[in-house]
């Protein structure tokens, strides 16, 4: 599928506990929140068009490229889902239609000293990783076919399996189906460049008004592995999302699972 064309945008603190484990909470001490479980904001990964870093499509599937400079790299297990975008007479963007749904890792440096989440979110091709399918959505509401899905991830080094993030339900997201998407129509319009965050709907002017958004929509929290443990060349990621109803969180593939793979470089 060629993402090439979309906007993609991803979603800060909407699992409890990973900003914490990400040692990224103090860089949102300054933003206010409508509510303490609310996400923090969107960023930016990838701006089709752009001259700058963020228009290289960082966008991999079997393969993860660490920076070329010494850099602590941990897996952001994440759901993206597609998003087809409506705008109103004045470009305003007046809803965004869920399309479809995989794993996504939103892999990020811990970069000391970066002054917008972008900085740490790509670095080059292959910087981020996708699944090995989609599964189509049928309704982005309670009742429909996300309700049982559940995302888990692990990093394979020296032959050992460890868990990277822990096994979380999709509705355990802190805003999810119309909630989240009433606030991410919001943000897309209204949220200002201020601190880490940047303003979205400029890079939606400067980018020519996609049609599309790739948005990743937050990642879980760590496992105690993932905690304590960066990237290293030689590891495979995992990021699973499985339906609970019919399986686990294992490897093997399925017709429902959707398995993200990428070696480590």
């Known amino acids: 599928m060629n993402l090439k064309d979309c906007i993609g945008l991803g979603v800060a603190g909407n699992f409890a506990h990973h900003l914490e484990q990400a040692g990224e909470l103090k860089d949102f001490e300054n933003v206010v929140t409508e509510v303490p479980e609310a996400p923090k904001g969107i960023f930016p990964f990838y701006l089709p068009g752009s001259d700058d870093f963020l228009g290289i499509y960082s966008i991999g599937t079997e393969k993860l490229q660490l920076p070329s400079y010494e850099a602590n790299a941990q897996v952001e297990p994440e759901i993206a889902v597609l998003f087809d975008i409506v705008y109103d007479e004045t470009m305003v963007v007046a809803d965004i239609i869920?399309?479809?749904f995989t794993t996504f890792n939103d892999c990020t440096i811990r970069k000391e000293g970066a002054?917008?989440?972008s900085e740490k979110?790509?670095?080059g091709e292959d910087s981020k990783g996708i699944g090995d399918k989609w599964i189509e959505i049928d309704c982005f509401e309670e009742g429909g076919v996300m309700d049982s899905y559940h995302l888990c991830s692990f990093v394979k080094r020296d032959g050992v399996l460890h868990p990277y993030g822990v096994d979380a339900p999709l509705l355990g997201y802190s805003y999810f189906y119309d909630r989240l998407k009433q606030w991410l129509i919001g943000k897309m319009n209204e949220q200002k460049d201020f601190g880490p965050l940047e303003d979205i709907a400029m890079h939606l002017?400067?980018?020519?008004?996609?049609k599309?958004?790739?948005i990743s929509i937050g990642a879980t929290a760590y496992a105690e592995f993932g905690e304590s443990n960066y990237l290293q060349s030689g590891d495979?990621?995992?990021v699973i999302a499985y339906d609970a109803k019919r399986e686990e969180g294992t490897l093997e593939s399925s017709p429902s699972k959707v398995i993200l793979h990428q070696k480590v470089k």
């Open 236 to 238: 495979e990621v995992y």
């Open 98 to 100: 869920a399309k479809k």
């Open 121 to 123: 979110k790509s670095w």
């Open 115 to 117: 002054k917008k989440i």
């Open 212 to 214: 599309q958004a790739l």
């Open 205 to 210: 002017k400067k980018c020519g008004y996609p």
